[in-house]
């Protein structure tokens, strides 16, 4: 393979190797920096980064969120090439990092709320100049923090539900706050969406509804909230979590707009929403639900789009009909690929939803997407992340991250391993190139694996693809430049031993998609994901996010520092836990504990090789 031309991959000739650093490498005449890195200032300077992690909860709502992830430029018009909007998703925060010498005792509504203010979205203004590139603009009317406490709506078929009422919200339509934004999407029509993934771990006190249960709500995975703030105690307000799980949609260019939670889309555990317009305008939107054994999803709008009223496009994700994809081992006429067909999510045109006594109403059958999932036979995934649509061919690319738990009774040909620690990136195609039409073909892009350590032709290799010189595991970002390239950002394991030998810190590559050719980009520092990804509208910029540098593997969140002992005994015990990235690297960026940053990557000569979509 290292052979084949691929006027795609002209400007990234030859994988970069990998690492075990404190610090993020990029291909051979290529800049890296990093901004806006977690606890500097956004709103204005009053609130600047402490080294010691002694922001207040209200500080923490005027400053760069925690755990960047998705995110999506904005530019301010199709000739305005020197400022934008960046709408950047703060997934979670690392309480031994969030918190300084105090850490976690006593653990009060203060502390909770600083965790809460540091979750959601940052709406950023950046703005360009020639000596030091892109910066935020501070103070800027755009600038605003969106977090787990804002104001917003419910909307949609589902909106008012009873399972969506509360004690504080008797109409089930007000929501404070979106929480674990992963990864987003944007549509055409100049909106952000956000994707609530993991919200189950933020309601604690225990649950014995297997309503609640389908989702893992029940216990708090360690943020304590609701030890301290009543709507997060699951037995005094069992229907707050009904209400996260949506795909919420902001507009960036007006800081005064009310985010609106879409429940149209569904409710699981979203990771990305990759919209496209179909031939006759009507929105598509696939989502993945990130857990093992879930589905992927379409959304198809009612409406259509219209580009010369966007006034009538404002509402266009709040009807249409939700799809559930299951994936045949049948093979297509030409036998080149399989069949797969989307299934609809619909209580009266479904009869095995008709038919299901708990999911009595449309509404319910949304907010119970997974069981809706389960009762119409939807094949079981390895963990969908992120979808990517290709930009001239309306072929549709998801990764399938990894599923340590896939027995070997349970493979198929979509999930084609068991114990799979690696992942794979399926395709498909609706049959005629239309994405509404319910019937498509697909196949595997792609078999991540390690041919280092085991044979060619043993699945744990991986495909062809796989070289020595471009290992990686757990793709999760995912996206196609406007030149049809593909981006691959990985998310999993940085032991580099054993499975994973010679795959060294996460990292991000490029991809031919037609040549099959895949070379690594990116390298990052120490504990982090590489996640989110877009691009400056001139193409000579791409952003990419470093998210929780620094973590302990198989350690989300480290342990609680246990009383009485001081942050640096704690430190020592959990080297792993502690980098000082992005200082470490750049010391322009304040240190002191390790911060998730975009990273800012340029041609060295600026040729805008990363070409704008
Ligand atoms: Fe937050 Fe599935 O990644
Ligand atoms: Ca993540
Ligand atoms: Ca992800
Ligand atoms: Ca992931």
Redesign the pocket.
Known sequence: PGTTVSSLLAAFPRSIPTHSHDYVTVMDGYVVRAILPWGDPLLDFSASWRPDASASAEEQARQIGDNHDGMHFFPFGPNVYDQGLLALNHEYTNYEYLFGKEYTEPWTREKAMKAINAHGVSIVHLQRDGQSGWRPVIPSRYNRRITGDTPMVLTGPAAGHPLLRTSADPTGTQVRGTLNNCANGFTPWGTYLTCEENFNGYFGGGSTDPLHQRYGIGKDNGYRWYEVIERFDLRREPNEPNRFGWVVEIDPFDPQSTPKKRTALGRFKHENAAVTIAPDGRVVVYMGD?ERYEYLYRFVSHGRYDPGNPAANRDLLDSGDLYVARFTADPTPDGQRFRGQWILLDKERNPLLAAEARLPTQADVLIHARLAGDVVGATKMDRP?WVAIHPHRREVYVTL?NNNRRKASEVDAANPRAENLWGQILRWQENGGDPRVDEFSWDLFVLAGNPLVYPRGDARAGSAAITKDNLFN?P?GLGFDAAGRLWILT?GSYSNAGPYQGMGNNQMLVADPDAGLIRRFLVGPSGC?ITGLTWSNDGRTMFVNVQHPGEAEGHPRAPALPAGQDLATYLAAHPTAFSEWPHSQFRELGGGRPRSATLVIERADGAPVFAAR
Do not use: N
Request: no cysteine.
């Open positions: 990130d992340e991250t757990s999760d998310d994901e």
